[in-house]
């Protein structure tokens, strides 16, 4: 595929439920970016990955989110114990040199 | 601390009308400048990218956006919109991560 793929496209999680939140990124790039995109807001950042490393994890909202990307390549997002607050759109980016490319996302709604 | 700040939240415009979508930035190095644009039900994509030189930046789709230093400023402009130019609109800095402005979301009138 040439761009970054995330699955599911959509998720529906009862609140206290654990997600798992998958992005494959553009073949090559060492860069691996999330960020979250609430209702009306633009994406922020949650955290970074320079190959398997996890570079800055200053934006993740609490110790209920964890994210891996353990072989360097495909990266999950895990969100234990879900929130209402936690519904939003969950974006994977890679990047090439100065530019990142985004995925279509992944809807999470929390019941 | 960086900090993007985009002026207006809604825009409606009639084909045909002059865009300008205004962009403020606090950060404190060597800047880069996006635009972002994300049409309904698609993911995001670079309309635009500012790292150096020439102020004025020439995008896709006959978006331009102008780097002004002083007024720590990257407006983005269209001479003249069409239908399909319908999207949300977000202005970005970069460092690693990308700080991103709350988005404007354009509407066209046919």
């Known amino acids: 595929g040439a761009g970054v793929s995330q699955s599911p496209r959509y998720k529906v999680a009862k609140r206290g439920q654990d997600v798992a939140l998958r992005c494959d990124p553009i073949?090559?790039?060492?860069?691996l970016f999330w960020y979250q995109q609430a209702l009306g807001q633009g994406p922020e950042f949650l955290t970074y990955f320079q190959n398997e490393a996890q570079l800055d994890k200053s934006g993740l909202p609490s110790d209920r989110f964890f994210a891996e990307r353990p072989e360097g390549s495909v990266s999950t997002l895990k969100i234990q114990r879900t929130q209402q607050e936690d519904s939003a759109v969950y974006l994977c980016?890679?990047?090439?040199?100065?530019?990142?490319?985004f995925g279509p996302g992944t809807r999470l709604t929390v019941l | 601390a960086q900090s993007v700040s985009q002026h207006n939240h809604h825009v409606i415009l009639s084909e045909a009308a002059s865009l300008e979508l205004g962009c403020n930035y606090s950060?404190?190095?060597?800047?880069?400048l996006f635009w972002y644009v994300q049409y309904p039900g698609q993911h995001l994509q670079l309309l635009l990218k500012y790292f150096s030189g020439d102020p004025l930046v020439k995008g896709i789709k006959g978006f331009e956006a102008e780097f002004i230093k002083s007024k720590f400023s990257f407006n983005l402009r269209k001479p003249s919109v069409q239908w399909s130019d319908t999207a949300e609109y977000f202005c970005a800095v970069n460092d690693d991560k990308i700080i991103f402005g709350k988005g404007t979301r354009l509407h066209i009138l046919p």
């Open positions: 980016a890679s990047r090439d040199y100065n530019e990142q490319f």
């Open positions: 073949s090559g790039h060492v860069s």
């Open positions: 950060y404190g190095g060597t800047v880069n």
